[in-house]
C-alpha cells in the first residue's frame, strides 16, 4: 500500500507531528487525533486531495448499503465511482494550481479509518520520493472522479444524512457554511 501526503510546499524535508489547525469533534476516546501528528492518505483515497489546499470540497461515493434512490439522487446515470463538488469561485485555481506529491513510507504509520484511506504517525516522517502534482481536473478523471461546480457548497449540507459517504473537507471555507456539515 503507497501512502501519500499533497501540499502546496516543494521544500519539506520531513514531516513533523502537528496538532488540527481546526480540531474536530471525536468520538470518545480518539480526541487524540486532534493532536500533534502526521496525515498521510492511501493511494484509493488520495484524489480526495487532488485540490489547492484550503479549497472546500466535498466527496461522495457509494458505500455497500447505499440505497438506489441515493445512488439515483447524486450520480443521475453518471459511471463515475466519486463524486466531488467544488464551488465555482474555486474552479479556476483548482485548474491552474499545481501541488506536491509527498510518498511517505508505510512503516511507523497506523490506520485511522481505512474506509477513507487516512492514516498518522506520531513521529517524524522523512518522505520517500517527492514529485510535482499538476492538472489536478485531469487527474481526478483519471482516477474516476466527476468534478462537479456548484455556486456554493450548502445544496449538499443534507447528503451526510443520507446513505452514501460523505466527506466534507476545509467546509470552513464554504461559503456561507456554519457549523458542522
Known amino acids: 500500500m503507497r501512502l501519500f501526503h499533497f501540499s502546496d510546499d516543494p521544500e519539506i524535508g520531513a514531516f513533523e507531528p502537528r496538532p488540527v489547525r481546526t ?22 483515497h488520495a484524489p480526495m486531495y487532488f485540490f489547492p489546499r484550503e479549497c472546500p470540497r466535498i466527496l461522495l461515493w457509494p458505500r455497500p448499503g447505499s440505497t438506489r434512490a441515493d445512488i439515483d439522487r447524486f450520480w443521475a446515470g453518471s459511471t463515475a465511482r466519486v463524486l466531488a463538488f467544488i464551488e465555482a469561485a474555486w474552479a479556476e485555481r483548482h485548474a491552474g494550481e499545481a501541488l506536491w506529491r509527498y510518498e511517505l513510507p508505510r512503516a511507523g504509520f497506523e490506520p485511522v479509518d481505512e474506509s477513507i484511506g487516512h492514516f498518522v504517525s506520531r513521529r517524524a516522517v522523512r518522505w520517500t520520493r ?28 443534507g447528503a451526510r444524512e443520507t446513505s452514501v459517504h460523505f466527506s466534507g473537507i476545509r467546509l470552513r471555507n464554504a461559503q456561507g457554511w456554519t457549523g458542522a456539515p
Do not use: C, H, M, T
Request: glycine share 8%; proline share 12%; aromatic share 6%.
Open 23 to 44: 480540531p474536530a469533534v471525536r468520538p470518545q476516546g480518539q480526541d487524540w487525533l486532534n493532536g500533534p501528528l502526521v496525515w498521510a492518505i492511501d493511494e484509493a
Open 130 to 157: 517527492v514529485e510535482p502534482f499538476s492538472g489536478l481536473p485531469a487527474r481526478l478523471v483519471d482516477a474516476g472522479v466527476e468534478l462537479r461546480i456548484l455556486p456554493d457548497l450548502l445544496s449538499l449540507r
